[in-house]
Nanobody
Framework: QVQLVEFGGGLVQAGGSLRLSCVAVGSIFSINTMGWYRQAPGKQRESVATITSGGGINYADSVKGRFTISRDNAKNTVDLQMNSLKPEDTAVYYC???????????????WGQGTQVTVSS
């Protein structure tokens, strides 16, 4: 069984920083794209940043220059460093990964449990 476990999040003042971490555990054969998504109250879930196994990165326009995504392929982790946080960054942040299971060799998307990020003005 594969799981994504998230760490980090919390309450921070505007202009502050937070770091989110996510580790994939279980029967993993390979991981393709990993990323972070967020969902604010009353809004749809949106992509924040993604990174492929080869290091290709995409950011949402709203976080470019403020957030940095990184991953460690050996440890099956993906991190999101968030700087210059704004109140509009307040949301539940979810880790996502496309993972191939070692037993079934099937590939599917997995999601973390979500972690709250609150930025006060």
């Amino acid at each position: 069984q594969v799981q994504l476990v998230e760490f980090g999040g919390g309450l921070v003042q505007a202009g502050g920083s937070l770091r989110l971490s996510c580790v994939a555990v279980g029967s993993i054969f390979s991981i393709n794209t990993m990323g972070w998504y967020r969902q604010a109250p009353g809004k749809q879930r949106e992509s924040v940043a993604t990174i492929t196994s080869g290091g290709g990165i995409n950011y949402a326009d709203s976080v470019k220059g403020r957030f940095t995504i990184s991953r460690d392929n050996a440890k099956n982790t993906v991190d999101l460093q968030m700087n210059s946080l704004k109140p509009e960054d307040t949301a539940v942040y979810y880790c996502n990964a496309e993972i191939q299971d070692v037993r079934t060799r099937s590939r599917r998307d997995y999601w973390g449990q979500g972690t709250q990020v609150t930025v006060s003005s």
